[in-house]
């Protein structure tokens, strides 16, 4: 082993917590890693960059654990720079701008700020880091309202393939900030602290979920595609539908206003069907995210595989994507399938598409669906069957998020980065010319 050493908390194969060290919240992007560096701070994820180059393995970064496909947070026989636990958080009151290191969860983060009366975007799990989900993107139910996470991000710092810790931001390696709002996690460098506006947050919000008979799908999905895109922008909606056998379809979200107001509002949706149950509570804004984001435990590790694939949908579905759709939930074979849904328009959608790397602006909404199982016996059904709808949807849909990937995507670039992919590659070439941060969809370099 050459100069250089690693520094942190190094944990080997077959040292004490290296079986836990290796569990990821899916199952299915398991591996094996040589060593796991948890990082204390930058100098720890500079010495680790610098040996795996000296030694000659792959790496990756590690924040959440919340990798949704193979080989992109953990490596065999690699070093994982897993930076979990760096998770201070300062908050500039006066100047609303929260500076925060890249290990912590996004429920706690939000949670915390929203206890000092503060909003911040987070997306459908409490267990996702902060340093993956920035990003790709990250958006939620509060997303219309005040912007993506990574619309929020003013600068940060990162560890480069050298292993130099350097700054972007407004004034310096602006190139690189734009590329960091929504360039994917690990191309360029490896982030260990992000600076953030955060909103000021209201008294109280209001929140609602309504669950509905499941044969209903149709007739809810329909009453909801024609209203959650063009709803108040104070109101954001996530559709969940789940396979036949689990029986539930569920509308859920949040409301910038009042209880009154949102039942107004929500009429179009609770006149659909006949719900079997329907809540509608204006909370103080710290309940308010409670309710929608409940705690998980910690590091969230799910019992199941699960595979996901993504898209974004520019148009109201037809009959046509909307009986694909069921199909798919009838027939699944796993533990568990869905479909999930969520509104766009608002804040997400005065941003241009190219003013930062995020190019999806323009879409009613955005769509995933994933298949699950326990049982090894029924992977390639599974893994088959979320291929066949991404194949089936392809006239209704278009691109795909990167902060969901899916490895069946081959023009990946395009998918995940419309007409910014190009510029990307660029800002690539300037901070990682050598291509050393690569991984399956990757930025390639383009001198």
């Known amino acids: 082993m050459g100069s250089i050493q690693l520094t942190g908390l190094v944990?080997?194969?077959?040292?004490?917590?290296?079986?836990?060290?290796?569990?990821?919240?899916?199952?299915y992007v398991d591996v094996s890693p040589l060593v796991f560096v948890f990082a204390q701070n930058s100098q720890d994820v500079s010495n680790a960059i610098k040996w795996a180059r000296e030694n000659e393995v792959p790496m990756r970064v590690r924040s959440g654990r919340h990798a949704l496909d193979?080989?992109?947070?953990?490596?065999?026989?690699?070093?994982?720079?897993?930076?979990?636990?760096?998770?201070?958080?300062?908050?500039?009151?006066?100047?609303?701008?929260?500076t925060v290191q890249t290990g912590i969860h996004v429920g706690p983060l939000v949670k915390g700020l929203a206890r000092e009366g503060f909003m911040a975007p987070f997306g459908?799990?409490?267990?996702?880091?902060i340093g993956g989900i920035t990003m790709g993107g990250g958006f939620g139910v509060l997303s219309r309202s005040i912007g993506l996470v990574s619309d929020n991000l003013i600068g940060l710092k990162m560890v480069d393939a050298k292993g130099k810790i350097i700054q972007a931001n407004q004034s310096s390696n602006e190139d690189l900030l734009w590329a960091s709002k929504g360039g994917g996690g690990g191309n360029f460098g490896y982030n260990t602290e992000y600076t953030f506006k955060v909103h000021q947050a209201p008294k109280t919000a209001t929140v609602f979920n309504i669950?509905?008979?499941?044969?209903?799908?149709?007739?809810?999905?329909?009453?909801?595609?024609?209203?959650?895109p063009f709803v108040d922008e104070r109101l954001g909606c996530l559709l969940e539908i789940y396979s036949k056998v689990n029986g539930l379809c569920h509308a859920e979200g949040i409301f910038l206003g009042s209880e009154s107001e949102l039942t107004?509002?929500?009429?179009?949706?609770?006149?659909a069907g006949t719900p079997k149950e329907t809540t509608i509570e204006t909370l103080a804004y710290p309940d308010a995210i409670d309710f929608l984001d409940p705690d998980e435990p910690i590091p969230g590790r799910s019992d199941q595989s699960v595979k996901f694939s993504s898209a974004?949908?520019?148009?109201?579905?037809?009959?046509?994507?909307?009986?694909?759709?069921?199909?798919?939930?009838?027939?699944?074979?796993?533990?568990?399938?869905?479909?999930?849904?969520?509104?766009?328009?608002?804040?997400?959608s005065r941003v241009p598409s190219n003013e930062t790397a995020f190019f999806w602006r323009d879409p009613l909404f955005y769509t995933e669906w994933t298949a699950s199982w326990e049982n090894r016996s029924q992977k390639d059904a599974n893994l088959a069957s979320v291929e066949k709808v991404r194949q089936q949807l392809k006239p209704y849909v278009t691109g795909s998020y990167v902060n969901?990937?899916?490895?069946?995507?081959?023009?990946?670039?395009?998918?995940?980065?419309?007409?910014?992919?190009?510029?990307?590659?660029?800002?690539?070439?300037?901070y990682d010319p050598e291509n050393v941060f690569r991984f399956p969809q990757s930025i390639r370099p383009k001198f």
């Open 11 to 27: 944990i080997f194969k077959g040292d004490p917590g290296y079986e836990e060290a290796i569990k990821n919240w899916n199952p």
């Open 70 to 98: 193979k080989n992109l947070s953990v490596v065999k026989g690699g070093v994982v720079i897993d930076v979990s636990e760096m998770q201070k958080v300062s908050l500039d009151r006066k100047n609303a701008i929260a």
């Open 264 to 271: 107004r509002l929500l009429k179009p949706l609770l006149n």
């Open 312 to 348: 974004w949908v520019l148009d109201l579905w037809s009959k046509e994507p909307i009986s694909i759709m069921k199909q798919f939930l009838e027939e699944a074979t796993g533990t568990e399938a869905n479909f999930f849904f969520i509104n766009w328009g608002g804040a997400l």
């Open 404 to 430: 969901v990937p899916d490895q069946n995507i081959k023009k990946y670039g395009k998918a995940y980065y419309g007409s910014n992919y190009e510029r990307l590659r660029k800002i690539k070439a300037k």
């Open 124 to 129: 459908d799990s409490p267990t996702v880091g």
């Open 211 to 228: 669950i509905w008979p499941w044969e209903q799908l149709e007739t809810v999905f329909r009453a909801w595609q024609q209203w959650a």
